[in-house]
Every structure is written in C-alpha cells, then in structure tokens.
C-alpha cells in the first residue's frame, strides 16, 4: 500500500462521516416536522456506506480470501427514509395537521438516538483525522531523511 493511499483512505472516511454529520443535524432540525412539502411528515434519514473498491475483481476476492487484503476506504451508498421506525402520534386537537380523532403524527426522530449517533460520527471523524495528520507526520518525516 502505498503512502497517498492511506491519505485517500482517511480523506474518504472524513468525508462521509461529514456527511453524515450532516444528516443528522437535518433530522435534529427537522424534530418538530409534521408537514413536508408533500404533506407527510418529516422521516428521518439514514446514511448507509459501503467499502471503496468491492469490485468483483477475481484479485480482491483472492486477497480477501488469503487475508491479504488491503482497503481502499468508504463511501456513501445512499441516504433513505427510516421506514421502520413508526411516527410519533400525539393528541392534539388544536394543531393544524390533526387527524379527524384529533390525533398528530411527528417524526420518527429521537433526539437521544440523533445524539449518541452524532456522538458516533465525531469520534469517527476525528479518528480519521488523527490518522491522516500520522501518515502526513510519516511522508514528511521520510522527506527529512531523505535530504538528510
């Protein structure tokens, strides 16, 4: 693996956990939502990565296989609606999205849940970004000696 690879690698990782920084701070914000602009709800958003590079290259299943594999980073596969997670109804008959029984549907965001996920993505980012400052720290480190 060579030295810009592993700069690559934490940059992907940086990168999409931004992005998921992101996403989150969109449902944090949108907690309150119970109308979008197609008249629904606000649902929360998920982010899903995936592995750089899981090509079907016959060579990265054999070093997969033999334990040799070297990664490539991560990327962002897709953003999609939690459908799983039912909406928060509450009863209020005076609110203007009220049901006929007087019933409000809110996001399916917990705020606890949005925390400790946005905890998560720090940390992560922060990890790759110690990672990249230690590679830089190796490159220059191998300049010095090579004017040395």
Do not use: C, W
């Not at 907690?31 to 060579?59: C, H, L, M, N, W």
């Not at 897709?78 to 999205?97: E, I, N, R, W």
Request: aromatic share 8%; hydrophobic share 35%.
């Amino acid at each position: 693996m060579g030295l810009f690879n592993s700069f690559d690698i934490n940059a992907s990782g940086l990168t999409a956990q931004r992005y998921r920084m992101d996403v989150i701070s969109e449902n944090i914000a949108n907690v309150d939502t119970t109308r979008t602009a197609d008249g629904s709800p606000y649902r929360r958003k998920i982010v899903t990565f995936e592995e750089k590079g899981q090509g079907a290259r016959f060579s990265d299943a054999l070093s997969r296989a033999t334990g040799t594999y070297r990664g490539q980073g991560v990327r962002v596969i897709g953003t999609f609606d939690d459908m799983q997670t039912d909406l928060k109804m509450a009863y209020d008959p005076a609110h203007p999205d009220a049901d006929e029984n007087g019933y409000v549907a809110y996001p399916n965001v917990d705020m606890m849940t949005e925390m400790t996920n946005l905890i998560d993505a720090s940390r992560s980012y922060e990890a790759n970004a110690t990672a990249f400052t230690a590679s830089k720290n190796m490159a220059s480190k191998g300049l010095e000696m090579a004017n040395g």
